[in-house]
C-alpha cells in the first residue's frame, strides 16, 4: 500500500510524527500537499460533504480510509508496521502514551502563544514569557520525568523494552524540539534526563531514521511550527 500523507507543507508540526513512523518503516508514501496543488487537494479531502470529513491535518489516506489525529493515525501505523506490540493491552498503552505526548506539545505550543494561535506572537509576549517560565519549572519536570522514569524501569533501551516503538519517535522529535527552540534552557535541563537524551541519539542512530534526517523530505525547524526558538523565551 502506497499511503497519502496531508499535512501543512511548510512545517514539520504536527505531522512530523507520522513521518518518522512511515520512515522507520521504510513504507511507500506520498506528502500530499509538499507537491503541485497538493495544499489544494488536502483542503478537498476536508470538505464536509465527504462521509467522514477530518478536522484538521495531519490524516492519513491508507486504501479507502481517511484516518485524522496524530496518535489514531500512529495507532493504525504501529500494528502495522511493527512499531507497536503485538498484544491488545500493548497497544492501548503505547497509545496511551502517545495520547500523553501530545498534551505536552499542546503545551509547548502554548510556550509562544498562550492566549492562542489567533493572535500573532508579538501580540502576546509578556503573556508567552510568563507561560514559558511556569512550563520549565513544572510542566517540563512532570512530563520528561515520567517518560525519564519509563525508560529506566524497562532498561534504558526504548519506553517499552527492548523493542523501538512509535513513541520513541515521537520522543526523539521531543528532545530535538526543545533543543531547538529553547538551547540554552535544555541544554541546562539535560542531565535531569539521560535516558531521554540517550534515547535521541538512538533513534538518530536507525538507519532509516538517519537517512530520513539527512534528506530533503525532512523539513527544517523554523518559527512557523510548534517548536519556536525565540531568544527572549530561552533566558
Not at 34 to 49: L, S, V
Not at 91 to 111: A, G, M, P, R, S
Request: aromatic share 12%.
Amino acid at each position: 500500500m502506497k499511503y497519502e500523507l496531508y499535512y501543512w507543507p511548510e512545517i514539520q508540526g504536527r505531522g512530523e510524527y507520522v513521518r518518522l513512523a512511515l520512515e522507520e518503516a521504510g513504507a511507500a508514501y506520498v506528502d500530499v500537499a509538499r507537491g503541485p496543488r497538493g495544499t489544494a487537494a488536502m483542503m478537498k479531502m476536508m470538505d464536509a460533504n465527504m462521509a467522514t470529513p477530518p478536522f484538521a491535518p495531519p490524516f492519513l489516506k491508507a486504501g479507502k480510509l481517511v484516518i485524522g489525529q496524530t496518535a489514531n493515525i500512529l495507532l493504525y501505523l504501529g500494528a502495522r508496521h511493527g512499531l507497536a506490540p503485538k498484544t491488545e493491552a500493548g497497544k492501548l498503552w503505547v497509545h496511551q502514551l502517545q495520547l500523553t505526548i501530545t498534551d505536552f506539545v499542546l503545551e509547548i505550543h502554548d510556550t509562544h502563544h498562550p492566549l492562542g494561535p489567533s493572535l500573532y506572537y508579538e501580540d502576546q509576549k509578556p503573556q508567552a514569557k510568563k507561560r514559558t517560565t511556569e512550563f520549565w519549572k513544572d510542566r517540563v519536570p512532570k512530563y520528561l520525568g515520567y517518560f525519564e522514569q519509563l525508560l529506566t524501569g524497562n532498561g534504558g533501551t526504548y519506553v517499552t523494552g527492548r523493542r523501538l516503538t512509535y513513541v520513541d519517535l515521537s520522543l526523539f522529535q521531543i528532545v530535538a524540539g526543545l533543543r531547538y527552540a529553547f538551547p540554552r534552557r535544555m541544554k541546562a535541563y539535560e542531565d535531569e534526563i539521560p535516558g531521554l537524551v540517550g534515547l535521541h541519539d538512538r533513534v538518530v542512530a536507525r538507519p532509516n531514521i538517519k537517512a530520513y534526517l539527512a534528506s530533503e523530505r525532512r523539513i527544517a525547524f523554523n518559527e512557523l511550527g510548534i517548536f519556536r526558538c525565540y531568544r527572549e523565551l530561552d533566558a
